[in-house]
């Protein structure tokens, strides 16, 4: 089943499913309520759902949880223009077991759906791309030089003002230095920086 507002990309799913012998349309809606009052009728078989997100009133991450509420084992497909991490991780923590792309090709789509019915995860390249990035560990040019001279001087022992003294900057800038260090390593304690450094992750 697809939910999908644009009539465009709705036709050139069915039309494109309806050539393949092996996977069968069973409905279309073009809204999440729409589809949130057909599951309550209690008409639901066994399906696959594509969802898109970007659906007039309630969105499709919006009507996942209700979705999940009336067919928890269903399996949904996201299929959206959106491909940033934040709304990547908050479709799946409601429930999508995949996230395709509509910049995907339909022959792509088509894999998703075949690999989803084979009890499978589906990823557009590219999203699943933003996913290995985002658990991936920093790299290791994340500070500046200059940056990684003052975390030396901390590993060191040495005081702030020890390390204005030795880079021959002014105590403010080496608090600067700090504060942007804390934000790019996202941590708040010098305890922290330490560990970092000796575990490499710096």
């Not at 092996?22 to 066994?46: H, N, P, R, Y």
């Not at 991780?89 to 077991?97: E, H, P, R, T, Y």
């Not at 940056?147 to 390390?163: A, C, D, H, P």
Request: proline share 3%.
């Amino acid at each position: 089943m697809i939910v999908e507002d644009d009539p465009v990309v709705l036709e050139s799913l069915v039309s494109f499913f309806k050539l393949n012998e092996s996977i069968t349309v069973l409905k279309t809606f073009t809204s999440a309520e729409d589809f949130l009052s057909w599951t309550e009728s209690g008409e639901a078989t066994q399906f696959i759902l594509l969802l898109d997100i970007q659906l007039p009133g309630i969105t499709g991450v919006q009507a996942l949880p209700k979705i999940k509420t009336f067919l928890p084992a269903l399996d949904v497909i996201i299929l959206t223009t959106f491909e940033e991490t934040d709304m990547i991780f908050k479709a799946l923590s409601a429930g999508a077991c995949s996230y395709v792309s509509k910049r995907s090709s339909l022959q792509r789509i088509k894999e998703a759906v075949e690999v989803v019915a084979d009890g499978g995860s589906y990823m557009s390249p590219a999203i699943a791309r933003k996913i290995a990035d985002y658990y991936a560990p920093k790299k290791n040019n994340q500070l500046t030089a200059r940056q990684l001279e003052i975390v030396k001087g901390i590993v060191n022992g040495k005081s702030y003002k020890m390390i204005a003294t030795d880079l021959f900057i002014s105590l403010d800038t080496v608090r600067s230095h700090i504060k942007n260090i804390y934000n790019t390593l996202e941590i708040n304690s010098k305890a922290e920086l330490i560990r970092k450094s000796y575990d490499n992750e710096l």
